[in-house]
């Protein structure tokens, strides 16, 4: 586990992340939000979930680090690791590093992550993409469940996990 390691992601009641490789349900709120927690962080990103950004660019202000397993994948505006190993090492002085997603690279580093800042939206959608469910996962714990608040017909929290 590393300190300096923490992980974003929007979840529903059921876990779920996305389909068809884009996310399911959105708030703009929690946009906001994803942008307040990242800051000018580093942030370890898979290769599909980049191909979903607008125009399949980076995010600005932030180290990307994108994990490929394609040596020649390559990006403006981002850096490429081929193994979590890769990923982990590149960023290693970098302060606050924050891994978002999606499903493939929460599961291979969620065992490093010290720190989840979950958007948990009380809602069901259609997905294929989950998250590891915090809440019957051993070694995790609710530190915050933030307040719950409501927009565009769903009720939201922005809520902290940590590892104890
Ligand atoms: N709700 C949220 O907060 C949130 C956030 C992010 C994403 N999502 C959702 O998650 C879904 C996408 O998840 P996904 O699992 O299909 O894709 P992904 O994790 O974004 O990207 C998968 C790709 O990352 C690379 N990769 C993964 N593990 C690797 C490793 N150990 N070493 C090297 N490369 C590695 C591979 O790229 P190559 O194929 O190039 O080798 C792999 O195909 C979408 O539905 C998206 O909307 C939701």
């Known amino acids: 586990m590393r300190d300096d390691l923490e992980l974003v992601v929007a979840a529903d009641a059921d876990w779920g992340i996305g389909k068809n490789g884009t996310q399911t349900l959105v ?16 942030v ?10 607008p125009g399949g660019r980076p995010l600005k202000n932030r180290r990307n680090i994108v994990l490929t397993r394609d040596g020649s ?3 403006e ?19 606050r590093v924050f891994v978002i997603g999606g499903e493939s690279v929460y599961r291979a580093l969620l065992p490093y992550c010290r720190r989840a800042h979950v958007t948990r939206i009380f809602a069901r959608a259609e997905n294929d993409a989950f ?5 019957t996962l051993p070694g995790w714990r609710l530190a915050d469940r933030g307040e719950e ?16």
Do not use: N, Y
């Open 44 to 53: 370890i990103v898979g290769r599909k979930t980049l191909m979903d950004f």
């Open 77 to 95: 505006g981002a850096e490429t690791a081929h193994s979590v190993e890769e990923a982990l090492e590149k960023c290693r002085q970098d302060g």
């Open 73 to 75: 994948f390559a990006v």
């Open 131 to 135: 998250f590891p469910a915090l809440d």
């Open 149 to 164: 608040r409501e927009s565009a017909g769903l009720r939201f929290a922005f809520q902290t996990w940590e590892r104890w």
């Open 27 to 42: 708030i703009p709120e929690d946009r906001r939000h994803f942008r307040e927690v990242t800051g000018r962080g580093t």
